[in-house]
């Protein structure tokens, strides 16, 4: 008799050779939390734990047909999209997910590397915000991609506005809700502030931890929508998925001359203090 499967999360992302973010981060993060990750690749990085070289965009083509093998085949319970490399990607995904339109769809808007190598040029953020946000469960933009996307046109104010202020943008560009996480604000704790039905929702307040990681915001989305993939709601996802990338960055290591990585997999190395449940994938909070 075959074991039950995993639910299976399908992630839109660039590769990291250094594994810290990106594709390789998206993939280490549904493993840990249970779920067997599904890959289209929509970009080639050449990067390493200091900063980004090069990135070169897969074919629209390629990006659709590794997609609709995998889809025509496979049952997916959540989307994640990271770097999507072109318009013509972002076209193309769009399309694919508006057939599927009861899976969750989150998307981690990335702008530019920990570094600030530049990802994301305005027409690719127009594409985004016109084609994919207003078919978005979550986006989980950081305080600086939040006001960026929501003040494109006043860029001159961008750095006055207030956060608040951005998510009723964002809110308003259709996405059902928004993360927006604080850790590029100047303050004592890390603020993580969630917005939807056009309030604020809850924020969530975190340990400033020190040094500088690579790959945080990828794993926090992957996370969430790992939550969701095993039927968590939105807000409990995004608590416990908090909680599980708060802990692989004060777990984080340091394996090359940059960033340290997020330890995805600290769980399986700490016998004494365990906060992953391998046998559901649930997260548990200290």
Known sequence: MANQAPPSVMTFAGTDPSGGAGLQADILTFAS???????????????????????????????????????????????????????????????????????????????TSGRGDEF??????????ELLFPQATLITPNSLEARRFAYAEETDEVALTSLDGAAARLLAMGSEYVLITGTHERTQEVTNTLYGNDKLIKAYKWERLPGSYHGSGCTLTSAIAACMAHGLSIEDAVLEAQEYTWQTLKNGFRPGMGQYIPDRMFWARDEEDPVINPGDGSVKAH
């Open 33 to 111: 939390i249970g779920c067997h990750p599904l890959s289209v690749v929509t970009a080639i990085t050449t990067q390493d734990t200091v900063g980004v070289d090069g990135v070169l965009a897969m074919d629209a083509d390629w990006v659709n047909d590794q997609a609709r093998a995998i889809l025509e085949d496979v049952q997916v319970s959540a989307f994640k999209l990271g770097l999507l490399g072109s318009v013509e990607n972002i076209a193309v995904i769009a399309e694919i997910m508006a057939d599927y339109p009861d899976v969750p769809l989150l998307i981690d808007p990335i702008l």
């Open 120 to 129: 994301t040029n305005d027409e690719m953020m127009s594409a985004m915000t």
